[in-house]
């Protein structure tokens, strides 16, 4: 007998395949080579491009392509507890696989010996943090006239209890009863549909993990839409 | 014809085995399709896409507008602009040049309006020695978005002779975004800055040469003459 | 590209008309423009931009044991983030010299003029008080982030409330109280920063502007009486002040304020 779980209604009254309210813009850091913002509910993130530019110090070049260097950072008045401003060592690892996500779209063969630097910022979390900043730096690119093969989107899907979720807010990462919250960041290339970045703390069997992927799959369809629709209308 | 559409990476442009993937494209089986953000060009069947945004790559042959950052017994280092770096030799420069006096000839600070000589892995050598070259002496330099440079000149210079004749200013244009303009009166180049960015901001409205009359007129006297309009407004690909 | 040579000479020259490129006189400021709650986590926060620069500030509370010289004191913090985000100069890593000057300045300006009731931040004496961090992040810098920044620090700051807060459980909850953070309205003082270029001073310069200038000095200015009280000063570059130039930023320092202040308080203690 399956048990039923205990996670039947979110609290801000979504179905549990739907994401939060989402919001895009381009162009906010206007001496930037490329900027965009991307919000989920009130978690917001805002990402800007510079380069390429000529990477110092000199021994970290790579004289056959361009290198992609993230910066992932939460700022201090971003959540309840606050953050002691500089990196961390959960900010140098969400910095590293946002990375290797973003490298697997971007071509930077023609930049031998520069750097692309995408550098993000939390002003506002309530979860899912990472991917907001995925979706974000992927514009900010695009706008910055780096060659890609592909966009790419990003979401956090989970299992709080039983029920499997997509875009999994603060209250949901905190959810304690039965089976607790797991909480699965994932991010998919907009033409190929595969998958750029997996990443899941908590407990799941592999069956429900390949339904909650299908599930963000789907919306990761809808993330791309805005994200496009706010390349599309950008004023200049 | 020039399509005005907006593509972003990924993104299908076309289908179809008769087109040409160019620039900022790639083919994927029927699919021609977008890797770079910008504007869609198809003219016969070679499908290109034109950034909206980036920095500017120096080619061969383009003109640049930097400064002089540093020297040596051989030459100068030319900065123009977001790291890229060239070098001007002695030997490209049209006149004789002491190696000793390099710094009575361009010194640090000032600006030149030099051409892409070669880009290769050793780096980027500009010269002098073309018409239209040489240093700056006086006016002012404004900073322009890489990418709306070929708008501001417009077909066969239409655009930026319109702006010289509305503020009576010699205007030229770099490449890397960097331009000189000079005129008369301090009110005449800042009238020339306006208008230009205006082109720049307003670079893929339609019937622009019009619009930016009319900019231009709301800016205060000026003496505009008529000029022949442009009614192909496609932008103009340098390479 | 650093300002050339050929556009700093036309710079000067246009100012000895008492004109600038932008279309401004020598003591206009910018379009400022606030936006309140860019988090709604913190106690307070805000982004505020002066034309194109633009700076995030955000006021974070939390209890610790008083500085032993001032038990029944609170505390407060001000620091800085260039992000290199913000501009093309500023590098990844720790904390350099420009954000930790631009961090005291901000700073002194808000202690000096004891615009926070450091008395009324005391919990228990001499073990529990009220510590203020107001943090603050450059988004894009295109001139004059001290003053940008210092209005955002002091908007933060005025539209602050204090968390709730647990005396029995010894808990700080995640949600704010209808208690604004103790400060005295009086005593508000914000940050004027002169520059001089050629013959003039002017005030809000711009990247280029900024870049060229001889020396800069900002002030924080209170009011006493209706009058200007500056309760810090800072210059800064290696530019040296002569006594004629003294005078001229004394009389420059009285007009704007006088032209900006209540609006500027406006726009630090209104909702």
Request: glycine fraction near 8%; charged fraction near 30%.
């Amino acid at each position: 007998m399956v048990e039923k779980s205990s996670y039947t209604k979110r609290e801000d009254g979504r179905k549990m395949d739907e994401t939060r309210p989402l919001r895009a813009k381009v162009g906010i850091v206007p001496s930037a080579d490329g900027s965009a913002m991307f919000e989920t509910g009130t978690t917001r993130a805002i990402a800007a491009v510079r380069g390429p530019r000529i990477l110092h110090p000199q021994h970290m070049q790579d004289p056959r392509r361009g290198l992609l260097r993230v910066t992932y950072g939460m700022m201090p008045f971003s959540v309840w507890e606050r953050i002691r401003p500089g990196p961390s060592r959960r900010s140098q690892e969400i910095s590293k696989v946002i990375e290797w996500a973003l490298s697997s779209i971007v071509d930077l063969s023609e930049f031998r010996n520069s750097v692309v630097d995408v550098f993000i910022q939390i002003p506002q979390a309530d979860a899912g943090t990472r991917v907001a900043g995925i979706n974000a730096a992927v514009m900010a690119l695009a706008h910055a006239g780096i060659p890609m093969k592909e966009m790419i989107s990003a979401v956090a899907v989970g299992k709080i209890d039983k029920t499997l979720v997509v875009d999994v807010d603060k209250e949901e990462e905190d959810y304690k009863e039965g089976e607790g919250s797991t909480d699965i960041p994932m991010c998919i290339l907009s033409r190929s549909k595969e998958i750029a970045l997996l990443q899941l703390d908590g407990k799941i069997s592999p069956d429900d993990l390949k339904k909650v992927i299908e599930m963000g799959k789907k919306a990761c369809e809808k993330i791309h839409e805005v994200q496009v629709k706010a390349l599309k209308e950008i004023k200049e | 014809m020039a399509e005005r559409k907006i593509v972003v990476p990924g993104e299908t442009i076309i289908t179809g085995e008769d087109y040409l993937p160019g620039n900022g494209t790639k083919r994927e089986d029927e699919d021609i399709v977008a890797n770079k953000f910008g504007l869609v060009d198809i003219s016969d069947r070679l499908v290109k896409v034109i950034p909206l945004s980036g920095r500017y790559i120096p080619r061969r042959g383009n003109t640049i507008i930097g400064q002089v950052v540093d020297y040596n017994m051989k030459g100068w280092m030319i900065d123009f602009g977001n790291t890229n770096k060239g070098f001007l030799q002695v030997s490209e420069v049209p006149w004789y040049i002491n190696k000793n006096e390099l710094l009575d000839h361009f010194d640090f600070g000032d600006v030149l309006v030099a051409k892409v000589d070669s880009v290769t892995a050793r780096g980027i050598d500009l010269t002098i020695k073309v018409k239209g070259c040489g240093k700056v002496e006086q006016g002012i330099l404004i900073n322009i978005n890489p990418n709306k440079v070929p708008r501001v000149i417009g077909k066969e210079g239409s655009m930026v002779t319109t702006v010289k004749e509305m503020t009576n200013c010699n205007i030229t244009v770099g490449q890397n975004g960097v331009i000189w303009l000079k005129g008369d009166e301090i009110d005449d180049e800042l009238k020339a800055k306006k208008i230009i960015e205006f082109i720049s901001e307003n670079s893929y409205v339609d019937g622009l040469t019009e619009k930016v009359k009319e900019f231009a007129e709301s800016l205060g006297k000026s003496k505009s003459k008529k000029t022949k309009k442009t009614e192909d407004e496609s932008v103009e690909d340098k390479e | 590209m650093e300002v050339p040579n050929v556009q700093k000479q036309r710079i000067i020259e246009y100012l000895k008309e008492g004109k600038r490129f932008d279309g401004r006189e020598p003591q206009d400021y910018r379009d400022i423009k606030v936006e309140l709650g860019i988090s709604k986590s913190s106690e307070a926060s805000c982004s505020v931009k002066f034309g194109k620069t633009e700076v995030y500030a955000g006021v974070k509370m939390a209890l610790v044991t008083p500085y032993p010289d001032s038990p029944d004191e609170g505390t407060m913090m001000v620091s800085a983030e260039l992000s290199p985000m913000a501009s093309e100069d500023f590098e990844l890593g720790p904390p350099k010299i420009n954000s930790i000057e631009l961090a005291r300045i901000v700073d002194r300006g808000i202690r000096e003029s004891k615009l926070i009731d450091v008395k009324k931040l005391c919990v228990k004496e001499g073990e529990k008080v009220w510590s203020v961090f107001v943090d603050i992040i450059a988004i894009n810098d295109d001139g004059n982030l001290l003053d940008v920044a210092g209005l955002a620090a002091l908007i933060a700051i005025g539209h602050a409330k204090l968390p709730v807060y647990d005396e029995k459980e010894d808990k700080i909850e995640h949600e704010l109280s209808k208690d604004s953070l103790p400060i005295d309205k009086e005593a508000a003082s914000f940050n004027i920063t002169l520059h001089k270029i050629g013959d003039q001073i002017i005030v809000d310069p711009n990247l280029e502007e900024e870049e060229i200038s001889d020396y800069r000095i900002s002030l924080a200015v209170a009011s006493k009486k209706g009058k200007p009280m500056i309760t810090s000063i800072q210059k800064g570059k290696e530019g040296t002040i002569s006594s004629e130039d003294m005078e001229k930023i004394l009389n420059t320092l009285e007009e704007v304020w006088n032209k900006q202040f209540d609006n500027i308080l406006k726009l630090v203690f209104e909702k």
